[in-house]
């Protein structure tokens, strides 16, 4: 897997990821406008820039924003803070309206769970912020997720449309489930991901998901409702499977973002599996055919 990538498609290397179709789509330069070339204390690959947003690659163990006011944790605000300070005031205005904080998380018009690695898309303007939210309310950026599962896919490729709600359990962890009932009471929000099955290994498979709606741990709490898992997965996964210690972190990679820019530009932007998850994938017996 390595330097190559994967999905189909001729590529075009930009640092370290690919813009795989592009139009008027120059590289990360100290030149763009918005940039600021002084060196931040955290450094974060940037793998597309231009005016609107920038697309970066986003480190295993980084939060996206800070959890509350209090939460003085490294994050990917903060390092987009230090480096473009004025997109503090790009924001939800409708989380405005409504008190939420949304100081808490300029520019962000998604997020990545603090273990999952990969592409984060951020807004440098408020047109740009309102018009990407836009998008991604009406489904019009895709997105695709590299995911080792525990075990083999009875099917190789299928859709998993099951509602999530929301429980806390006894220590204050939050986790999504599918087991909506009456009892339970819980506010269900329809999520849905497409999945389909890359490799399989002799105790896992190599799978490609592709969430259709944007729910908080959409993939992980999918794939654990059709018995597969996420490897590694601490909320999900249950005390019977084992981690590899070799591994030490969840194997979920935002490796794909395609949609169409502010300015019109067809964009596909591609990451590589970070070297500790592709090293492990190099270590696992594949099943026999």
């Not at 998380?105 to 273990?115: K, S, T, Y």
């Not at 909506?180 to 991901?193: H, Q």
């Not at 409702?225 to 935002?254: N, Q, T, W």
């Not at 300015?263 to 596909?268: F, L």
Request: aromatic share 8%; glycine share 8%.
């Amino acid at each position: 897997m390595g330097n190559g990538s994967n999905f189909p498609g001729r590529a075009t290397r930009l640092q370290y990821g690919r813009v795989v179709q592009r139009l008027e789509c120059p590289p990360y330069t100290r030149k763009v406008p918005g940039s600021n070339p002084g060196a931040p204390t955290m450094e974060i690959p940037i793998i597309y820039e231009d005016g609107d947003f920038l697309i970066i690659d986003k480190p295993s163990g980084l939060l996206t924003h800070p959890v509350n006011r209090e939460d003085k944790s490294p994050s990917v605000v903060g390092w987009v803070l230090e480096k473009y300070p004025e997109i503090a005031h790009v924001h939800d205005e409708y989380g405005a309206s409504v008190g939420e904080w949304v100081d808490l998380r300029p520019g962000i018009v998604h997020r990545l769970d603090r273990e999952t690695s990969g592409l984060l898309l951020i807004a440098k303007t408020q047109p740009s912020f309102n018009y990407l939210k836009n998008l991604f309310a009406e489904r019009k950026i895709k997105k695709s997720y590299l995911a080792l599962v525990y075990g083999h896919l009875k099917n190789q490729r299928g859709v998993i449309d099951a509602p999530l709600g929301k429980v806390v359990d006894r220590s204050g962890q939050g986790r999504q489930t599918t087991r909506i009932n009456a009892k339970n009471k819980l506010k269900e929000k329809a999520a849905v991901t497409e999945y389909e099955v890359h490799e399989e290994y002799l105790d896992y498979s190599l799978v490609e998901a592709r969430p259709q709606t944007g729910r908080t741990h959409q993939i992980r709490a999918h794939l654990k409702s059709i018995g597969h898992p996420v490897v590694c997965d601490r909320i999900y996964a249950g005390k019977k499977m084992v981690c590899p210690f070799e591994l030490g972190r969840l194997f979920l990679h935002a490796a794909k973002l395609s949609f169409v820019s502010p300015a019109g530009s067809a964009i596909t932007v591609e990451s590589d599996l970070p070297k500790e998850l592709d090293n492990f994938l190099q270590t696992l017996p594949k099943k026999q055919k």
